[in-house]
């Protein structure tokens, strides 16, 4: 099946720093990623859509200023959390979706990203 | 926008029974519903997905039902086993939302 990869899978900042999350589809041409996140014993909310070259498309609540998404190439998405504060600790999750799976939205998940921000 | 409600939020069962988690959602032109299961700290991983042309699909012990004109849809799980004990998601995805989550514990 097809493999998504994130990174850092865990990372602890100071507050007011930035952090970048790397996500990558490695067997697949990801035309659209989605970055979601997710804290303890609660769903996923999604964040935010990407398509590759254009503008990420936020959720209603979601800051585009503090979570700077780029999807500048089809395997490549990053989410930066610009500086950061102790209450954007939380799991970080991307998924992504081919031109394959765009019929029924069909979408493979990153492993996922724990911010730490103390 | 899509709204999926997912019950019950917490589903203990003894092991070998079975268990059934019900999702509805609010946007007719969703086409797709996977069920997802997801271990502490991990990704959630595909278990079963339905697709709008279908009423079921079973895959061994686990089975989902749609019933798209009631906009429903569940997940039945059969002989359940402790390693089943996760918290599993429905999501309906023409524009993905997931329920709130159910946590499924088997006690053996």
Redesign the interface.
């Known amino acids: 099946g097809a493999v998504v990869s994130q990174h850092p899978s865990r990372v602890i900042c100071k507050s007011g720093t930035s952090v970048k999350i790397e996500c990558r589809s490695l067997d697949f041409q990801a035309t659209t990623m989605?970055w979601y996140r997710q804290f303890p014993?609660?769903?996923?909310?999604?964040m935010a859509?990407s398509n590759e070259g254009s503008k990420a498309t936020y959720e209603q609540g979601v800051e585009k200023d503090k979570f700077l998404i780029n999807h500048a190439s089809l395997t490549l998405s990053t989410l930066t959390v610009t500086s950061a504060h102790p209450e954007d600790s939380s799991?970080y999750?991307c998924?992504a979706r081919g031109l394959r799976q765009s019929t029924?939205?069909?979408?493979f998940?990153?492993?996922?990203t724990?911010l730490t921000v103390l | 926008g899509e709204n999926v409600e997912q019950h019950p939020s917490t589903l203990s069962v003894q092991e070998g029974d079975s268990a059934v988690i019900k999702c509805t959602y609010s946007d007719s032109a969703s086409?797709?519903f996977?069920w997802y299961k997801q271990e502490l700290?991990?990704?959630?991983?595909?278990i079963i997905?339905i697709?709008s042309n279908v009423g079921e699909k079973k895959d061994q012990r686990i089975a989902v039902t749609l019933n798209k004109t009631a906009k429903h849809f569940s997940l039945h799980i059969t002989e359940t086993q402790p390693e089943d004990s996760a918290?599993y998601?429905c999501a309906a995805?023409?524009?993905?939302?997931?329920?709130?989550?159910t946590?499924l514990i088997v006690h053996p």
């Open positions: 989605f014993k609660k769903s996923l909310m999604l859509t799991f999750i998924s029924y939205n069909e979408q998940f990153g492993p996922g724990r | 086409n797709y996977p700290g991990k990704r959630p991983q595909l997905d697709r918290v998601f995805s023409r524009i993905p939302t997931f329920g709130r989550g946590s």
